[in-house]
Every structure is written in structure tokens, then in C-alpha cells.
């Protein structure tokens, strides 16, 4: 006579049980595991050396000097008026976007090419730590200046933005189609030069006018194309630099040295 366990089925194990696994069926993997918890611990591995490795130097002193730049309008007894104010936002967002310049630069770029984060994720990582700073030290410069030396926020602030990604694209193009690490300098000095060209193009196609100029919509509307051409190009220039192969003059490509 069988036990009652077996004619029953007791003791079998049973799919969810702790015995054999139904065939066919892979148990479900642990909760917490998996691509999203390895990048997630990926993250916090590379924020510490992403953020001890941030241009400080350059993002203070740039920030610091347009701080003051901005605050000097409060030293009159008369406050400026509003086209004055315009001027001083205009250099104060070209010295934020000098510091911005210096966002790439990497002095381990070929160490940190290894890492499994991808240069877009390392690049992505960098501007997210740095892009809230820069939105309150831009507030903060908007109320250093005193109320009828403000000129409109709306357009000011979409110049700022065009300005700043201005130059991460010049930095991204840098970091895209050279070796080097450090390209801060050579984008600081090529924004510049940028910023003196528009200084000399005439208002009517340029980007420099003032709001009571009959060119000043038509001009924020060649900024916000500007904005959408460079981060598209910072886009475009954020993935691992170019592989170029080296030409030796009389041999073609491929052809080892000292045979011909």
C-alpha cells in the first residue's frame, strides 16, 4: 500500500518551490539586477573622478569675473539704462562661456577612452553636474544688476544659451578631430575670435543690436538658430574622436616604413 504522501503528490517539488525548475521556463532573475543596476553602479564609480577632474580653476575665476563685471553696475549713483545693462550681459555670457571652454579638457582623456561609459555618456555626466551651477550663477548675475539696467531676460538669456553652447561645440570639435587633452585655450581664443567677428558685422545682419533697433526681432531669431546649429554640432562632435591614418609623403597609405 503507497503512503499517502505519494499518492497525493506531497513532497514533489512544484514550479516556485526551492526543487528543479519546470523545463522550459528560466527563473526570473533577482530583482536589482541587471544592465540597468551595472550602469547605475557604473555612474557612481566614474561621478567621483568626473567631478574632482572639472575645470575649476577656469569655471571660477570666469564665474567670479563675470559676477563683478555685473555687480559694477550698482556702483554709480545713477543706475545705467537698459542698453548699457545689455552690453554688460553680453560680455558677462561671453566670460561664462570662456569657463565653459575648458569642459572637456581631460588630463587622462587616453586612460578614461578604456572606460565602458561611452565619451557621450563621460561628456553627458560632465555638463549635468556643471549645467545647474551655471543656471544659478546666471540668476545671480541678472539680479546683481539693478532693475532699469535690465534689459528683457527673455532675449539676453537665449543669447547667453547660444553663447555657452557655442563653446562646447567649438570644445567638442577639438576634443572630435585633434589628440589633444587639454583644448580649453585654443577654444577659449577661437570663441573670441568669433566674438570679435560679430562685433564687426553691421547690425542689420549681424548679432549684436539693441532693442530699440528694427533688426532686434530679426536678430534673436539668427540666435535661436545659432543655439539649434551648435548643440546639434556639439551632438554630432560628442562621440570617440576620428581615427585619421598616417600618410608618409612618397608612400601610400598602409606601406611600412623603409620599404617601397
Known sequence: MRRLGDATGAGSPTPG???????????????GRGPTRRLRTLF????PPVWRSLPWAALTATAGSGLLFAASTRLPDQAPGADWGLVVLRLTALTGGVGLAFLLDDPARH??????????LRAGLRLAMVLPLTALWWTAVLLALPGPTRPPLGPVTLEALATAASALALAAAAVRFTDGARVGKRTAARLGALAAVAVLVPARWGLLTLPGDRWWEETHVRWAVLLVLTLVSTALCTPEPLRRPRVRLGLPVGTPAGRE
Do not use: E, K, W
Not at 44 to 47: D, K, P
Open 17 to 31: 518551490n526551492s526543487g528543479d525548475s519546470v523545463p522550459g521556463h528560466d527563473p526570473a532573475p533577482p530583482a
Open 44 to 47: 557612481r564609480s566614474l561621478a
Open 111 to 120: 586612460t578614461t577612452a578604456a572606460s565602458p561609459l561611452g565619451r557621450p
